[in-house]
C-alpha cells in the first residue's frame, strides 16, 4: 500500500463569514478526491500555539491516499470554484507532502505540527533525534517528516521551513509530553537552533 499525503493550509487574518462559506463547499470535493479531515480549528478553536510566534495561525491537516492525489485535488475545477469563496478572507501557506507507514490514530488523536528553519542544520538534526527516540519510547509516531525541498508549495510565499507531524492517540497525551521537563529542556536547546514554531491540533474524530 502506498504511503499516505498529507495537506497541510495555514492561515492568518481571516474573514470568518467568507470561511464559513468557503468551508462548507469543501467535504464533497475533498470526498470526490478521496481526502478527509485530520484536523482542524483556529486559535482557540483547536489550534493551540506551543512555541513561536505565529499566534493567529488557523491551521488544516487532511490526508489523501497519495501525495500524487493532492494536486489533483487543489488544481479540480471543483476546488479552483470553491476557492473564490475565500478571496480577501486571510492569507494562506498550503503545502502537500509525503508520509510514511505510521497512520494517524483513530479516536480523537492530536497532531503536533513543528514547522522549523535551522540555523544550525547539524545541531537540529541531533536534537530532532532525541526528540524521536522520547516519541518512540511513548509510542508515538510522526505520521510526516518533510525537508521544504520535499515537500509541493501549492500556495503562499513562505519558503525555506521543514515540517514535522507527530500524533499522538489523545490531546492530555501531547500536552503531558510537552510539558515533562526534559522535553522543555530539549526545545530549548532547539531554539537556539532553529527558528521554530509548533502547533497542538485537535484531531476531528474518527472511528
Request: proline fraction near 6%.
Amino acid at each position: 500500500m502506498a504511503a499516505p499525503g498529507y495537506l497541510l493550509v495555514l492561515g492568518h487574518s481571516l474573514e470568518m463569514t467568507k470561511m464559513a462559506q468557503y468551508s462548507a463547499a469543501l467535504p464533497p470535493i475533498y470526498q470526490k478526491f478521496g481526502g478527509f479531515y485530520l484536523g482542524i480549528g483556529g486559535p482557540g478553536r483547536g489550534v493551540e500555539l506551543l512555541e513561536g510566534a505565529w499566534f493567529d495561525h488557523s491551521m488544516v491537516l487532511a490526508q489523501f491516499a497519495s501525495k500524487a492525489d493532492i494536486p489533483k485535488f487543489w488544481h479540480s475545477p471543483e476546488y479552483t470554484e470553491a476557492k473564490q469563496l475565500r478571496k480577501g478572507a486571510g492569507v494562506f501557506n498550503v503545502f502537500a507532502m509525503q508520509g510514511n507507514s505510521h497512520a494517524a490514530p483513530k479516536g480523537q488523536p492530536s497532531f503536533m505540527i513543528t514547522i522549523y528553519r535551522p540555523f544550525d542544520e547539524f545541531k537540529t538534526n541531533e536534537i530532532n533525534a532525541r526528540e524521536d527516540a522520547k516519541l518512540e519510547a511513548r509510542g508515538v509516531n510522526f505520521i510526516a517528516k518533510a525537508k521544504f525541498a520535499e515537500t509541493e508549495r501549492l500556495e503562499g510565499d513562505m519558503m525555506d521551513f521543514d515540517f514535522r507531524i507527530a500524533a499522538f492517540p489523545t490531546q492530555a497525551a501531547a500536552t503531558n509530553y510537552w510539558n515533562e521537563p526534559s522535553v522543555r529542556a530539549l526545545r530549548e536547546e532547539r531554539q537556539k537552533a532553529a527558528g521554530v514554531n509548533t502547533f497542538l491540533v485537535a484531531g476531528v474524530p474518527r472511528k
